[in-house]
């Protein structure tokens, strides 16, 4: 019979233990951490995953679920009511940024969507960016760094990043106000996406 243990051996043994499982699920979710290799970028500036995953289809529907976590420590929900409180009409448009703070093309796309959500969130749309499988404090920092305004939640499993059927970061899913898939964009943005893209479809009836 081995014991019994003291309380700090017990508490070592349980953080290794706690920490063994966090790298197990991870190591299951198919969706790379800091330090480890996916498959390279392409030629789009894109960090690729999965090279035969291109997104959802279009016209199908996307929805990200109401408790879903943000970075502040909310929920998307929250955020959705606390629209309407303010008197906001819905977001006409809605753009899905899956991204991930370690990701250099994602980091040098971020000022670019800071400016885009800055120029065109008073005429409907809604940037939400979705940080795949990162720590809140992580992220939060990340935020305040580039002065984020655009609301961030957490995919801290990866099952949004994997429902969204996405081969990389950055990926973006372009949604109408139901939901609905209007492109998906396996590429950081550009500042020619605002009057190219962005505002004809928040021009769309």
């Known amino acids: 019979m ?5 309380r700090r051996a017990l508490a070592r043994i349980a953080v290794v233990a706690i ?4 790298l197990l699920g991870l190591a299951g979710t198919s969706v790379p951490i800091p330090g480890s290799s996916g498959t390279g970028f392409n030629e789009r500036g894109q960090y690729v995953i999965d090279p035969d995953t291109s997104g959802p289809l279009l016209g199908s529907q996307f929805l990200i679920p109401p408790n879903q976590p943000s970075a502040d420590g909310e929920t998307y929900g ?3 009511a606390s629209r ?3 008197g906001l009409e819905g977001p006409r448009l809605i753009i899905v940024d899956f991204f991930a703070t370690w990701c250099p093309p994602c980091q040098q796309e971020t000022p670019t969507l800071r400016s ?5 969130r008073d005429e409907g749309l809604l940037l ?3 940080s795949v499988q990162e720590l809140r404090e992580t992220v939060r920092g990340y935020a305040e760094r580039y002065e984020i305004e655009y609301p961030i939640l957490l995919d801290v499993d990866g099952a949004l990043f994997r429902a969204a059927l996405a081969g990389g970061l950055p990926t973006k899913i372009l ?4 939901g609905r898939v209007l492109q998906v964009l396996p590429r950081p943005f550009t500042p020619e996406d605002g009057p190219n893209l962005i505002a004809p479809l928040l021009r769309v009836p």
């Open 2 to 6: 081995i014991g019994p243990f003291p």
């Open 19 to 22: 920490g063994i499982a966090i």
């Open 78 to 80: 929250d955020l959705i």
């Open 84 to 86: 309407r409180v303010a």
């Open 116 to 120: 885009l959500d800055r120029a065109y």
């Open 128 to 130: 939400v960016g979705i």
């Open 175 to 178: 949604l109408d106000a139901e």
